[in-house]
């Protein structure tokens, strides 16, 4: 029987009239920013959930120069992370890096980098669910509607209803966002711990959601405001704790259970910006300081 | 002492390295040949082209042996592949009049023009473990008819159609939809909706077909007519000015005959289901007829009360790829969020706590 020939794959593996598609579709959503774009998603060589959106859009801004950073949780070594970094590696043979303030495109699920993105850089969220409504309506062919009218009622009465149950907006990651005044944007399921660095980034922020078919788009500096009351202030997660590993706070940390009677430490989600503090000195107070398990410790790095 | 889990790309290849030989099984096994699954598994590679959407046998059936056999997961591969492959043009719409029928049935005349063909069929088979299929016993050769040369086999549905009994099948000289090229956008046409029935999973299609018949949305069908058989593709090559046959596939098509409808201008006639699939798969072509004559209740002014009738959860959840996907990316890490969840809990859980501390016994006794 005959071997069925499998073709070559061009760069960054998806073909260019594709590319093009999806360049528009980009185009368009930097236009109308928080807005989502209905786009003709590929089935890609990785299932859906994993990132297929932004791969996506990736695949379809990158350029041989680029260099490229892909977190998962925040951290570069989470297999998801390592999966597709290696993916663009092999289809695009192109640079890849760990170091935030190194890459021209970070690839990113559930967290945006604790260091701040600069002009030029741009931010890939992949995104599950695109829609900020869906769980309040699960039509789209409602969804759209209530956007075109900008009705937004039933987001503030979902958060209402929040603070009359428990005392607090009980929404902690995946956290509404309204783009310029207009739309009500889904953040990707950041915590929102992270929406704050939204707002005005001067980063450009591109969000792909492969399975659900939409792109939508932040373009730099633009205004990205949390919903919430007067009353009721939007207020971000805070850890009490000290990474342990490189001593910082106002971090957004990982809590690590350590053994089966309690024990836990909190470190660092973002790992390039703990392993940044640590080349430069700092030590948390889970570190061995001295001795022989100093010693074991370095090996195992 | 906590060490940052690091080598995720060693976990990576050794995990894959694993997967490899847990497929191969024992290598005194001699390994599964490409033609043992396109002979010896047919119905399941014909499930992986109808769901993977592209017709070739070989390799369906090299993804299945990829897959371990789990075929979704095989689709998936088809699928993947499927999408990276140039298209030319549109084939001119099969003929299935002109079909070189393998089996053919129809419950709603005893006889009809062309016969009754049983064909290769599980029927009316004892479903009893035959212990002689163990080995590699000899399988004697089929009965075959004398292929009359000016076969007719008109479709039940035309039939029906030439007395007026059943909607008329109106033909559309638009290019069909293909949603795997353009975002869905609903209402969607029934070129789509089709195409999402033919691709869907075999499984939840099965389960909305017979929700339908147990009182969710009931059509009150009867199966027309299923054919099974060869069908000629043709494509319009502009350069000559005529169709040419690319090739020929196997198709199963199945016309259920459904609930009447009439109205102040029109008298009452049946109305129409469609099933079809490629290769041999009957039960899909019945289940994908039954929801496609579901999800016309606007075209009949029905009331839609059943999910079978709801377009937009039929077509986003019948495909097993995305749903397959999206239920086990659960497995992927969420700490993140999860650490927000605990966060907000803990301190839900402490005001709680103080609340209850608050509250004086009488008023707790109340």
Sequence with gaps: ?301 | MYVAVKGGETAISNAHRLMADRRRGDRNVPALSVEQIVNQLSLGVDRVMAEGSLYDPELAAMAVRQARGDLIEAIFLLRAYRTTLPRFSNALPIDTNRMHIERRVSATFKDIPGGQLLGPTFDYTHRLIDPSMAGDEAVADPVKRERPTDESCPRVTDLLDGQGLIEADVPSNDDPGDLTREAIAYPVGRDIRLQALTRGDEGFLLALGYSTQRGYGRTHPFVGEIRIGMVDVEVDVPELGFAVCIGAIRVTECQMVSQFKGSTDTPPRFTRGYGLVFGQSERKAMAMSLVDRALRSDEFNEQRLAPAQDEEFVLEHCDNVQATGFVEHLKLPHYVDFQAELELLRTLRREAEIASADTPMSEAAE
């Design chain 1, 1 to 301: 029987m005959k071997k069925p020939s499998l073709p070559a794959y061009n760069f960054a593996y998806l073909d260019e009239q594709t590319k093009r598609m999806i360049r528009r579709a980009i185009l368009k959503a930097i236009a109308i920013p928080g807005y989502q774009v209905p786009f003709a998603s590929r089935e890609m060589p990785m299932p859906y959930g994993w990132g297929t959106g932004g791969v996506q859009v990736t695949a379809s801004i990158l350029g041989p120069d680029d260099v490229l950073k892909v977190i998962d949780q925040g951290a570069d070594d989470t297999t998801n992370a390592v999966s597709i970094r290696d993916f663009f590696a092999k289809v695009a043979d192109v640079a890849t890096t760990t170091r935030t303030t190194d890459a021209t495109i970070i690839q990113t699920r559930h967290r945006i980098p604790e260091t701040p993105l600069t002009q030029g850089q741009i931010i890939v969220y992949q995104v599950p669910i695109p829609e900020p409504l869906r769980f309040l309506e699960p039509r789209e062919t409602e969804t759209r509607v209530m956007h075109a009218l900008e009705e937004y009622g039933l987001v503030h009465v979902k958060l209402y209803e929040d603070i009359a149950q428990h005392g607090h907006i009980a929404t902690t990651y995946a956290y509404p966002v309204k783009v310029e005044g207009r739309y009500v944007m889904d953040p990707s399921p950041i915590p929102k711990f992270d929406n704050p660095k939204m707002h005005r980034s001067p980063a450009l922020q591109l969000f792909g959601a492969g399975r659900e078919k939409r792109i939508y788009a932040l373009p730099p500096f633009t205004n990205v405001i949390s919903l919430d009351f007067e009353d009721h202030p939007f207020k971000v997660q805070r850890f009490e704790s000290r990474c342990a590993l490189c001593d910082a706070q106002d971090v957004y940390m990982d809590e690590v259970i350590t053994d089966d009677r309690g024990g836990r430490m909190f470190v660092c989600s973002d790992t390039d910006h703990c392993e940044t503090r640590r080349s430069e000195g700092y030590q948390g107070a889970g570190l061995p300081q001295h001795g022989a398990a100093k010693a074991d410790w370095e090996a195992a790095q």
